[in-house]
Nanobody, 115 residues
Framework: VQLQASGGGLVQAGGSLRVSCVAS????????MGWYRQAPGKQRELVAA????????NVADSVKGRFTISRDNAKNTMYLQMNSLKPEDTAVYYC?????????WGQGTLVTVSS
C-alpha cells in the first residue's frame, strides 16, 4: 500500500483547508484509515479515523465539530476537511492505513495556521 498526502498549506485562523490522501496498491486489504498530526516538539496524535468495512468514523475531542473525515471509494481517496482552524492545529498531517499485519504511512503534509 502506498499513500500520497496533499493539500496542506498556510491559512489564517478561522479558515478552512482540506487535505487528501490517495491510496494505491493492495487497498483491498486496508481495514482502517486515519489522519495523524505531529506538531513541533509534540508526539504524533490521532486526529480522525475511519473503519473501511463499515464506514464508521471518529474524531479526536480536540477537533470535534471542526474536522470531518471522509472517503471517496471510487477515487481511493480519504479526506480531512478542517474548518474553524486554530493556531494550535499547526502540524504535519500524516495519513495512515492499516491492514491486518502492516501499518502504512504517507509522507505528511504541513498545515500552518496563522493567528
Amino acid at each position: 500500500v502506498q499513500l500520497q498526502a496533499s493539500g496542506g498549506g498556510l491559512v489564517q485562523a478561522g479558515g478552512s483547508l482540506r487535505v487528501s490522501c490517495v491510496a494505491s496498491g493492495s487497498i483491498f486489504s486496508i481495514n482502517f484509515m486515519g489522519w495523524y498530526r505531529q506538531a513541533p516538539g509534540k508526539q504524533r496524535e490521532l486526529v480522525a479515523a475511519i473503519i473501511t468495512s463499515s464506514g464508521s468514523t471518529n474524531v479526536a475531542d480536540s477537533v470535534k465539530g471542526r474536522f470531518t473525515i471522509s472517503r471517496d471509494n471510487a477515487k481511493n481517496t480519504m479526506y480531512l476537511q478542517m474548518n474553524s482552524l486554530k493556531p494550535e492545529d499547526t502540524a504535519v498531517y500524516y495519513c495512515n492505513a492499516r491492514t491486518t499485519f502492516t501499518n502504512y504511512w504517507g509522507q505528511g503534509t504541513l498545515v500552518t495556521v496563522s493567528s
